[in-house]
């Protein structure tokens, strides 16, 4: 059975990481695209209702990879930088085994890769100790803030050199499971999710 995008996963939270990056797949890719659009739009004006920018200098986002159905970042892209001048975005860049953050200077900037994303082919890198805000991708999480990515480890090892409180949400059409029961002492805690229907703080 798969769950609406505004239902709780409570009942997969028994199952290993790859049992629910399996499922998380399966139900976003049972998504139209007009649910997607309209799921996103939710995201993205509960985001702006829900978290205090006036402090934030730099901010870490994530381009959408449209083949995995990721909810669409560029509405919060587009408004921080019409509503929010005072705000450098940075994006990242696969490095090797790394993730880099380069900042965000446009379009032209943007090349896709042959797995599929779009990343920064040039640009300027910045210091993790230098992000104040990070929005983390996931497939799913729990009311603890442990998340489950696609299973490389590349935003755990980014996390890590951030600031302690640089603030970490992550991003989900789906609300959060109960419990991950599969953690692992490699996994960083997100401090908030957002989802279509409510904004969460762990």
């Known amino acids: 059975m798969l769950l609406s995008p505004l239902t709780s996963g409570s009942i997969f939270c028994f199952m290993n990481k790859d049992e629910l990056r399996k499922i998380y797949l399966a139900k976003r890719s049972t998504l139209s695209d007009s649910q997607h659009h309209d799921l996103s739009v939710k995201i993205a004006d509960l985001f702006f209702r829900s978290v205090d920018l006036s402090r934030i200098r730099v901010l870490h986002i994530y ?4 083949s995995k159905g990721e909810p669409d970042t560029w509405l919060l892209i587009d408004r921080i930088k019409e509503e929010f001048p005072h705000i450098r975005l940075v994006i990242p860049k696969v ?3 790394e993730l880099e ?4 200077e446009g379009h032209h900037q943007l090349e896709k890769t ?6 920064p082919k040039q640009g300027t890198p910045i210091n993790p100790l230098n992000i104040d ?6 497939l799913a999480v729990d009311l603890q803030g442990h998340r489950i ?4 480890g590349f935003y755990d090892r980014f996390l890590k ?3 302690p409180d640089c603030m970490k949400i992550g991003i989900s059409y789906f609300e959060p499971e109960s419990s991950i029961q599969e953690k692992s002492n490699d996994d ?7 989802t279509p229907q409510q904004f969460f703080t762990f």
Request: aromatic residues 10%; positive net charge.
């Open 63 to 66: 381009l959408p990879i449209r």
């Open 95 to 97: 490095s090797g085994n």
């Open 101 to 104: 953050s380069i900042y965000f």
């Open 114 to 119: 042959k797995w599929g994303m779009v990343e």
């Open 133 to 138: 805000m990070v929005m983390v991708p996931l």
């Open 149 to 152: 990515g696609y299973g490389k």
């Open 161 to 163: 050199l951030c600031r």
């Open 188 to 194: 960083v805690l997100l401090d908030a999710c957002i």
